[in-house]
């Protein structure tokens, strides 16, 4: 019976990601895509502005490091859920198969509250950010807008975490497509 549990949640967890989650991570997979593309878009009109005109932007190097971490924090929650990042499976793998399943859950558990740890950490900063209204130096860009994304993808990421641990809890590595 407990077995039988086990896979019950384990197949209503799937269906929660699959019908509510993976959307929403998706979603913020593709935004990660846009904002990669206007880094490159960025740079590229940056230094043809340098050379044509001679004046670049003042706040490239602003805007391309708020867009690099917005790209990040965006598609890590995807990332982590699919286990499509870099892990180092030599350890788990020589392990017995019950063994490794209770090492990777682990893993993901810790995964999980560092991300909580983060958010927590988070809070403070952007409560400051926002209170103050700061702004970036050269750009004067709004500041609490892109850190408000740091603590909503932990949350997502810690998410992912979990559902990992809970639904998975194998430690084989995806096969490449």
Known sequence: MPDTAIEYSRVLLARLTKHVLSPVFVAMAALATIAGSAIIVLIGTSVTMRYLAYTPFRFTEELVGLLMTAAFFLALPLIT?????????????????????????????????????????????????????????????????????????????????????????????????
């Open 81 to 177: 859920l699919r286990a499509e990042h870099v892990r180092v499976m030599v350890l788990v793998s020589s392990l017995p198969e019950r063994t490794a399943r209770f090492v990777t859950i682990i893993a993901g558990l810790c995964g999980a509250a560092f991300c909580i740890w983060f958010f927590a950490l988070c809070l403070p900063w952007l409560e400051f950010a926002y209170e103050r209204n700061i702004k970036s130096e050269v750009g004067r860009l709004l500041m609490y807008p892109w850190m408000a994304l740091l603590p909503f993808s932990m949350l997502l990421t810690a998410l992912a975490f979990a559902i990992r641990s809970v639904a998975d809890g194998s430690p084989q590595p995806r096969q490449s497509r």
